[in-house]
Structures are given as C-alpha cells and as structure tokens.
C-alpha cells in the first residue's frame, strides 16, 4: 500500500541489480516495454550465470511481429536473452501478432495455466500521461477486475497499434512492483501518480495502483523527480 520514490544518478544499475537478484533465485520476473529499460537489461545480462532457471514474462505488448522495431520482445530480445546465450530460462512471450483479443486470450490462459504466478518482480515504465504497460487514461481496461489480460484496440499514446496488456488485476499479483522512469517528460505524470497530493485516478493510472497493490518502487532520476516537494522523497 505504500509507494517508496528512490530518485538515483543511475536508477538503470539499480533495476538491474534486482533483476539479477530476482533472477538468482528463480524468480518469475515481468518485463516492461518502451525504451527506458534497454540499459538495465543489457546491465543485467552482464550477470550471466544469475539467469539461469529464471522465468520472464511481458506486462504489455505491441500488436506488431517479434522482429518489428515496436516488439516490446526484440526490444528484451536484443538487450537480454540474445547477451544471456544459451542461458537455461523460460521466456513466456506474449504474441501481440495474433491481435489484440486473440493475443489476450492466448496469455490469459498461459497465466492460467502457470497457476497464476506470483510474480517475484514486475517492472513498470511510465508514460508522460501516466500510463502502466498498455492501460492507458479513461480507458475501460483500467477496471477489468476478472480478467488477467486484455487486448487494447486504441492505444492512447504513440506507437499507435494495437496492444495486448496485463490488467490491474495481473499487475498486483506482483510481490514487488517496481517503475524505472527517467528524464523531464516524466516528471508531471511522477508527480501526478506519485506525488503527495497524488489521489487514485484513472486519468493517471499509474496513480491507481500504489493502493490496490503491495509494495511500489518507483527508482527514477532527479529530473523526472523534479516536481514532487523537496523533503517527499526519502
Ligand atoms: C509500452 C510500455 C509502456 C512504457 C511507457 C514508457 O509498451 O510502451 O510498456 O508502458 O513503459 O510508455 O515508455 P518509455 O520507456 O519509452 O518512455
């Protein structure tokens, strides 16, 4: 229920020392797309022999194929499995090829069907309107309380395809959810979710989740901070 802010010169080393570590363990790990994270996985791929017997799973996806510059895959593709090699762990793509409801149908079940985890660490972007995985301001998905996965036919910030996106409900499965955001385009929509006046809003749906989950870090740097009152970061 609470919501912990780590503003950091290097919130990249930081997310990939707890990648390592959840990967170390066997964990179950929920990758984010976008292009903030590029730096903390190939980070964490340098840790090689911590991934193995690992499991990774995608918080959203592009309705795109995997080798499409938009793939939130090739973008975890390139900067991790590929360092990993032959790395004994299980990737549990989501396949935004098929399209949005077959796309969510399929990895509802595959959730389904692993139980569905708790997921050990589950990383978040953000969107400069507060956007989490592909559950974008005002949308219906933001109070899907049934179903794990939906598919999103309009996705409210660029790129403007298709996506297929875990729901609230998937997200807060999640022992330890942890945002990764940098840069000044970040800081209204940080001070928004996250900042002392910060009120659950599905205008803002990152601001929705600090009270229907457990724990939420939010590691960013100072200039994505630089609206929240100095003395409300720890
Ligand atoms: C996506 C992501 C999305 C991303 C934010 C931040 O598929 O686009 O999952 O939620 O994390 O849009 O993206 P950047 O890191 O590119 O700013």
Known sequence: MSVRLDVLADPAATCAELMVS?????????????????DAYQRAADSRDAWTG??????????????????????ADEAL?????????????M???????AGADEYERELLDAGPPRFDLLL??????????????????LSERSRLVVGVEQAGLEPFVPRVSMTLKALTLARSIVFLVAGESKADAVAAAFGPDAQPDPHFPASLLPSLAGEVTVLLDEAAASRIPAGETP
Do not use: M
Not at 54 to 75: M, Q, Y
Not at 85 to 90: A, E, I, S
Not at 95 to 101: H, I, N, Q, S, V
């Open 81 to 93: 499995f590929k360092r990993l090699g032959d790395v004994r762990l299980t990737v549990h793509r």
């Open 54 to 75: 690992a499991t990774l799973w995608f918080g959203d996806e592009r309705c795109v194929p995997p080798d499409d510059d938009l793939s939130n895959f090739k973008l």
């Open 124 to 141: 978040l972007g953000l969107g400069p309107d507060a956007h989490i995985a592909s559950l974008f301001p005002d949308q219906e998905s």
């Open 95 to 101: 396949r935004g090829e098929l399209g949005p409801a």
């Open 22 to 38: 959840t990967a170390q363990a066997g964990g179950h790990i929920v990758l984010t797309g976008g292009s903030t994270p590029r």
